[in-house]
């Protein structure tokens, strides 16, 4: 039997990269899927931001599997937004087993001493407390079954390792960690189990766009994909710049699987050796 046949995941981020490649593949194991996306420019947001057709392309994405799915327009920022979204989803397909927290922001790099109170304001919102909303409104659905679950919050490889310019990316991604075992130890003993995965640089707006570019040459006045490639592949102990969307979603999959059912409280990195350097 299909690993999440007759299970429901809920997921931030949805409308593209990893929320998407999450969806698509927890959908192709069975799951049927809620989730929601701000799909609009975001505060701080440094890279493009999602439009509604991404979010309609993952709706259709989900639905070519087979599967059903409630993709709605909500901001992470939102607890009471979250909770209804997670409401009428369970409301509406019976039940919750999966958790993904992901949606996130990169940021305007720069020092410390150099950007602004609102930038940090705005990420730490962001990517700190949005994962937190978007576990507190899912979490009374696990417990409420009885029947345990997979609660899986997407942080990063640089909140195993940081690295300058980026302190509200990083620090919001550790404190994730703090949440997450916090969490993995108040919900443990109801087979509830919660843990991280740790990506490094991956394939999506986020991470390739012009404004980045910028941030990882600037030296340069118009730097191309040429030109910051070699930055990037450094950055791993594999020789590649990047990885793929699909191998984030296989983690997350993992970790959301029977196969995981005795891991929790764990940061999962998928650094390609990244945190060897
Ligand atoms: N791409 C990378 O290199 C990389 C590396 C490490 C960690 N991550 C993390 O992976 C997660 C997903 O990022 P991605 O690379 O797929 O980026 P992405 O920009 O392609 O997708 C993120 C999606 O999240 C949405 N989003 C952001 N903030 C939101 C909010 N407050 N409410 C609702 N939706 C919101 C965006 O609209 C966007 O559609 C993020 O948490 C990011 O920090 C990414």
């Not at 989803?89 to 109170?117: Q, T």
């Not at 012009?210 to 191309?224: I, Q, V």
């Amino acid at each position: 039997m299909p690993e999440q046949e007759g299970k429901v995941a809920f997921i931030s981020g949805l409308a593209r990269g990893i929320g998407r490649a999450t969806a698509v593949r927890l959908a192709s194991e069975g799951a049927d899927i809620i989730g929601f996306d701000a799909v609009e420019p975001l505060p701080s947001q440094g890279g493009p931001a999602s439009v509604p057709e991404d979010l309609e392309e993952t709706k259709l994405l989900v639905e070519k599997l087979g599967r059903r799915i409630i993709a709605r327009k909500c901001d992470s920022r939102d607890l009471a937004a979250v909770t209804s979204t997670v409401d009428e989803g369970v409301a509406e397909f019976g039940r919750l087993d999966v958790v993904v927290a992901n949606a996130g922001i990169l940021g305007n790099p720069g020092p410390v001493a150099e950007i602004s109170a609102e930038e940090w304001d705005n990420v730490i919102s962001n990517n700190l407390t949005g994962h937190f909303n978007t576990v507190k409104a899912a979490i009374p659905h696990l417990i409420d079954s009885g029947r345990g679950g997979s609660v899986i919050l997407v942080s990063s490889a640089l909140a195993l390792r940081a690295q300058p310019n980026l302190a509200p990316y990083i620090s919001a991604k550790m404190g994730v960690i703090g949440l997450m075992k916090t969490l993995a130890l108040e919900l443990g003993t109801q087979n509830i189990r919660v843990n991280c995965v740790h990506p490094t640089s991956t394939a999506t707006p986020l991470l390739l766009n012009e404004h980045n570019f910028k941030a990882f040459r600037p030296d340069l006045d118009a730097p191309t994909w040429e030109d910051v490639e070699p930055v990037y592949r450094s950055m791993n102990l594999m020789p590649l710049p990047y990885v793929e969307t699909e191998d984030i979603a296989n983690a997350v999959a993992f970790l959301a699987s029977d196969k995981a059912r005795y891991i929790t409280g764990l940061t999962l990195p998928v650094d390609a050796g990244s945190l060897l350097l």
